[in-house]
C-alpha cells in the first residue's frame, strides 16, 4: 500500500503564493507519475500538475506559467509551487500517485486526504 501526507495548504490574499507538499511511503516502487488535483465545490476532480518519473512536467492551461510542480526522490516528496494566486484557484487540493505493480503491470492509483486553499480577492 501507498500512503501519501499533504500539506501546506492555507488561506492567502489573491497574488500571493502557497507550496504544497506530499509525503509518500510504503510501496513507492515502480512509481509512473505524481501529481495534483482539485476540486472546486460543486465542480469535478480536476488535473492541476503532474511530473513523470523522469521528471517530465504538464500542466493544466489555468494554472500553466504560475505553478510549478517538482519532485524529492530522495525525500519519496513532490512539491507544487503556486505563484500569483487567484480567487478561482480555491478549492481542495489532492496528492495523487501513480505506480504500476512490477508483477501483473496493473496500474494503481492512490490519494491523499486533501488539503484545502483559499484564495480571498
Known amino acids: 500500500q501507498v500512503q501519501l501526507v499533504e500539506s501546506g495548504g492555507g488561506l492567502v490574499q489573491a497574488g500571493g503564493s502557497l507550496r504544497l507538499s506530499c509525503a509518500a511511503s510504503?510501496?513507492?516502487?515502480?512509481?509512473?507519475?505524481m501529481g495534483w488535483y482539485r476540486q472546486a465545490p460543486g465542480k469535478q476532480r480536476e488535473l492541476v500538475a503532474i511530473?513523470?518519473?523522469?521528471?517530465?512536467?504538464s500542466y493544466a492551461d489555468s494554472v500553466k506559467g504560475r505553478f510549478t510542480i517538482s519532485r524529492d526522490n530522495a525525500k519519496n516528496t513532490v512539491y507544487l509551487q503556486m505563484n500569483s494566486l487567484k480567487p478561482e484557484d480555491t478549492a481542495v487540493y489532492y496528492c495523487?500517485?501513480?505506480?504500476?505493480?512490477?508483477?501483473?503491470?496493473?496500474?494503481?492509483?492512490?490519494w491523499g486526504q486533501g488539503t484545502q486553499v483559499t484564495v480571498s480577492s
Open positions: 510504503g510501496s513507492i516502487f515502480s512509481i509512473r507519475t
Open positions: 511530473i513523470t518519473s523522469g521528471s517530465t512536467t
Open positions: 495523487n500517485l501513480e505506480r504500476r505493480h512490477p508483477l501483473t503491470r496493473l496500474l494503481y492509483n492512490y
